[in-house]
């Protein structure tokens, strides 16, 4: 595997082949050339690796060529080298942003460290470029990854945004279930009426039922006034119920009436109020499992899962992680009033190899601190040790297990045929997964109860 492309101008030949042999005995791709001129026709701005070139060479001498580079990319990585005479020159254009200088007489481990140095920075800058025109290029920023569970999730939710059924939102602790429920109203004919969310962990057991329901004045001690609850209020547009889980059991009935009559009675008064109304609710739990418990009621749960929408967590979809990283860092920095730092060798090993367990909100928090020059990695947070080889074999594991049920759309004897596997073996390594092929069939995050 190449370490990286270099292009190195000298007009002497011996010179050439000399440094040319070191570079590539160290990895490098390496392109020769005698002028500046034909180092300019060579690399343009996406070049993805550094340029050496010597100070004195007739015609176009290599300080022109680092200024005539630099034009065309000031990122881009420009090592000098210099006679005694020259040094004075060459510490000018560093000034400048040259990236390095090398004087004569040099050993062959300087300048191969200096372009390993050049070249690796060179590959970060490319990185965080791609990423950047992944951002500008991308239509929703609330649904920023290119992975196949993205794309199924975005096709899924533009898909039933505008069926206009009720939707139960599935998502672990910080994946983005009030981004999904955004977009389902945002891409409905509801747009123009009211997105009302409710957090049904957040209030207190008391006062929940007068904020969903309402209530006339009088109905309760301190009812001084008429109350319009968050349903009715809803009336027209879509109603968010979030960590539904978490609503009392005596008012999962009346909501489970609310579903199925599509009016309310607010407390106080025997009027039913007819309602045109979406509900989206969300939950980090099984709510059938919860159901089969007896910890949720069975008939709300399958009267909210006409259809139901499953998040990704970030450990199954890890190569957005740098893209949405990008995103948080950018906006971070615009809000904080800096720049941007580079994205750095230690803080990207840290997004691939971290499992994230507080999903997109903690990789937010992470661009958080990395923008405000905290160190991002070692600010508080849990401490963790470096995954052991076992656990990121089984890391790797998974994701060709699902990257291959995504391509085959689900399909089970295709997805065994091709990784090469006994039927009994696949669905063992899907148990200790903790993968469902059901996640990635047709309408893998869109099932309708039956």
Same mark, same amino acid.
């Given at each position: 595997?190449?370490?990286?492309?270099?292009?190195?101008?000298?007009?002497?030949?011996?010179?050439?082949?000399?440094?040319?042999?070191?570079?590539?005995?160290? =990895?490098?791709?390496?392109?020769?050339?005698?002028?500046?001129?034909?180092?300019?026709?060579?690399?343009?701005?996406?070049?993805? $690796?550094?340029?050496?070139?010597?100070?004195?060479?007739?015609?176009?001498?290599?300080?022109?060529?680092?200024?005539?580079?630099?034009?065309?990319?000031?990122?881009?990585?420009?090592?000098?080298?210099?006679?005694?005479?020259?040094?004075?020159?060459?510490? %000018?254009?560093?000034?400048? @942003?040259?990236?390095?200088?090398?004087?004569?007489?040099?050993?062959?481990?300087?300048?191969?460290?200096?372009?390993?140095?050049?070249?690796?920075? &060179?590959?970060?800058?490319?990185? !965080?470029?791609?990423?950047?025109?992944?951002?500008?290029?991308?239509?929703?920023?609330?649904?920023? =990854?290119?992975?196949?569970?993205?794309?199924?999730?975005?096709?899924?939710?533009? !898909?039933?945004?505008?069926?206009?059924?009720?939707?139960?939102?599935?998502?672990?602790?910080?994946? %983005?279930?009030?981004?999904?429920?955004?977009?389902?109203?945002?891409?409905?004919?509801?747009?123009?009426?009211?997105?009302?969310?409710?957090?049904? $962990?957040?209030?207190?057991?008391?006062?929940?039922?007068?904020?969903?329901?309402?209530?006339?004045?009088?109905?309760?001690? @301190?009812?001084?006034?008429?109350?319009? $609850?968050?349903?009715?209020?809803?009336?027209?547009?879509?109603?968010?119920?979030?960590?539904?889980?978490?609503?009392?059991?005596?008012?999962?009935?009346?909501?489970?009436?609310?579903?199925?009559?599509?009016?309310?009675?607010?407390?106080?008064?025997?009027?039913?109020?007819?309602?045109?109304? &979406?509900?989206?609710?969300?939950?980090?739990?099984?709510?059938?499992?919860?159901?089969?418990? $007896?910890?949720?009621?069975?008939?709300?749960?399958?009267?909210?899962?006409?259809?139901?929408?499953?998040?990704?967590?970030?450990?199954?979809? &890890?190569?957005?992680?740098?893209?949405?990283?990008?995103?948080?860092?950018?906006?971070?920095?615009?809000?904080?009033?800096?720049?941007?730092?580079?994205?750095?060798?230690?803080?990207?090993?840290?997004?691939?190899?971290?499992?994230?367990? %507080? !999903?997109?909100?903690?990789?937010?928090?992470?661009?958080?601190?990395?923008?405000?020059?905290? %160190? =991002?990695?070692?600010?508080?947070?849990?401490?963790?040790?470096?995954?052991?080889?076992?656990?990121?074999?089984?890391?790797?594991?998974?994701?060709?297990?699902?990257?291959?049920?995504?391509?085959?759309?689900?399909?089970?004897?295709?997805?065994?045929?091709?990784? @090469?596997?006994?039927?009994?073996?696949?669905?063992?390594?899907?148990?200790?997964?903790?993968?469902?092929?059901?996640?990635?069939?047709?309408?893998?995050?869109? &099932?309708?109860? =039956?």
């Amino acid at each position: 595997m190449s370490a990286g492309q270099v292009v190195f101008v000298d007009d002497e030949a011996e010179i050439r082949h000399a440094n040319v042999q070191s570079l590539e005995l160290a =990895g490098f791709e390496v392109t020769a050339l005698d002028s500046a001129r034909a180092a300019l026709a060579a690399v343009d701005r996406d070049f993805p $690796g550094a340029v050496v070139t010597d100070i004195r060479m007739p015609e176009t001498d290599g300080l022109s060529l680092f200024g005539q580079l630099r034009e065309r990319d000031p990122d881009l990585p420009v090592i000098l080298i210099t006679g005694h005479g020259d040094i004075a020159m060459a510490v %000018g254009a560093m000034r400048d @942003g040259a990236y390095d200088f090398l004087a004569k007489p040099y050993p062959a481990e300087r300048l191969v460290d200096s372009v390993r140095r050049a070249v690796e920075k &060179r590959r970060l800058v490319i990185e !965080n470029r791609g990423l950047r025109a992944a951002l500008e290029a991308a239509d929703d920023l609330a649904f920023l =990854g290119d992975t196949p569970e993205m794309e199924r999730l975005r096709d899924a939710v533009r !898909n039933v945004a505008d069926a206009d059924v009720d939707v139960l939102v599935l998502g672990e602790t910080g994946s %983005g279930k009030e981004v999904v429920a955004e977009a389902l109203h945002r891409w409905s004919s509801r747009r123009s009426k009211p997105l009302v969310a409710l957090n049904c $962990g957040a209030l207190p057991e008391s006062v929940i039922e007068s904020e969903l329901f309402g209530h006339e004045a009088g109905a309760f001690t @301190g009812a001084q006034k008429r109350r319009i $609850g968050r349903i009715e209020h809803a009336d027209g547009g879509t109603l968010f119920l979030d960590e539904v889980e978490s609503m009392p059991a005596a008012l999962q009935v009346k909501l489970l009436r609310v579903l199925e009559e599509r009016a309310v009675e607010p407390l106080g008064t025997n009027e039913r109020r007819p309602l045109d109304l &979406r509900v989206v609710a969300a939950t980090k739990t099984d709510l059938a499992a919860a159901s089969q418990e $007896g910890r949720f009621r069975a008939d709300l749960y399958y009267r909210l899962n006409v259809v139901t929408l499953r998040i990704p967590p970030l450990r199954e979809r &890890r190569a957005d992680i740098p893209l949405l990283f990008t995103h948080f860092l950018a906006r971070a920095a615009e809000r904080f009033r800096r720049d941007p730092p580079p994205l750095s060798e230690a803080v990207r090993r840290h997004l691939l190899d971290h499992d994230w367990p %507080g !999903n997109v909100r903690e990789l937010a928090h992470f661009a958080d601190r990395v923008a405000l020059g905290l %160190g =991002g990695i070692d600010a508080p947070a849990p401490a963790e040790t470096p995954a052991s080889l076992p656990e990121r074999v089984e890391r790797y594991e998974a994701a060709l297990l699902r990257e291959a049920l995504a391509a085959h759309k689900g399909d089970v004897r295709a997805t065994t045929e091709a990784l @090469g596997l006994p039927r009994k073996t696949f669905y063992d390594k899907l148990t200790r997964h903790g993968i469902d092929p059901n996640d990635y069939r047709a309408e893998p995050i869109g &099932r309708r109860a =039956g």
